[in-house]
């Protein structure tokens, strides 16, 4: 006897979903579930639990043991200062004309639209008393430790010794230095 139609078509609609599952979970960057099974037209959704803060990504830190949510102020403004100081961080020692630009404008766009429109407010009044210094990383980093020191100690809180800032912020842990900036020239900076 020969083999039953149906159960080849029935396979052979098998193997086309999974090449369209495989192909649609690499455009939207889906992981695949290593799975035997044949017939799946759906990619995998993630679940309530994977979208709680702390599976999905994983994390190891402590602010992210909460469930998924709006953040707090606290939150935000931690988050804010990492990228700041790490910024601060990665930033050159011989910073291109375009650079120095990037980050004076970077701080006054915060100033007028950071999502806490107090905490906003307050920086603009910081800033237009502590003028961005970023002729190099040294300047850079210590600047931002002093303004930095400024909300501290509007907000009742102990200052930061920025001769320790270095060492608190490294720079990014990140392979081979690949993301490390590089002073790229711009026509800009020619003039
Ligand atoms: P954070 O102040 O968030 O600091 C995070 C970490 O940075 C610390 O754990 C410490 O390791 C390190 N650190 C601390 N000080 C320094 C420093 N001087 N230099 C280098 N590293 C340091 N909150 C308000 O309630 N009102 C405001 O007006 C307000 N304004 C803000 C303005 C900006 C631009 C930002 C980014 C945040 C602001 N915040 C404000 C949030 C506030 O600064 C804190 O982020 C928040 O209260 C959480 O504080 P924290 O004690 O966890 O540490």
Known sequence: MGENPLEAICITIGRISMAVQTNLSKLIK???????????????????????????????????????????REELGRATWTFIHTLGAQYQEKPTRQQKKDVKELMAILSRIYPCKECADHFKEVLSSNPVQAGSQTEFSQWLCRVHNVVNRSLGKPTFPCEQVDARWGKLDCEHRMCDLQGTMTPFDKY
Do not use: E
């Open 30 to 72: 889906i992981p695949q579930k290593p799975t035997n099974v044949q017939i799946s037209v759906s990619p995998p959704t993630p679940t309530a639990s994977m979208l709680a803060a702390d599976s999905y990504p994983p994390h190891s830190t402590d602010t992210n043991t909460k469930q998924a949510g709006p953040v707090t």
